[in-house]
């Protein structure tokens, strides 16, 4: 599912404009950066959670030259999907 097609699906089960529903999703997807910028956690009870993690510094390889290369530190957005969302996955066939 692309954006497009949540955007879509929004607006046809809110009885919506697709222009309105746009512009909810915009505003929740922006939320959620915003809290994960601020270092706080998301918990959608049901659904998952999303969290920042942290990723150390480290070495590898260009794969092409086989160069050692320095990979620096950086932050990554995780997600952890909730107990009824699992169930829900593996339990549809």
Known sequence: MTKADLVERVAKEAEMTKKDAEQLVEIIFDSIVDTLNSGEK????????????????????????????????????????????????????
Not at 44 to 50: A, H, I
Not at 51 to 64: A, I, Q, T
Not at 67 to 93: D, M, Q
């Open 42 to 93: 998301i918990e959608l009870r049901g659904f998952g959670s999303f969290r920042v993690r942290e990723r150390n510094s480290r070495r590898g390889r260009n794969p092409k030259t086989g160069a050692s290369v320095e990979i620096p530190a950086k932050r990554v957005a995780y997600f952890k999907p909730g107990k009824e969302l699992k169930e829900l996955i593996n339990s549809t066939p």
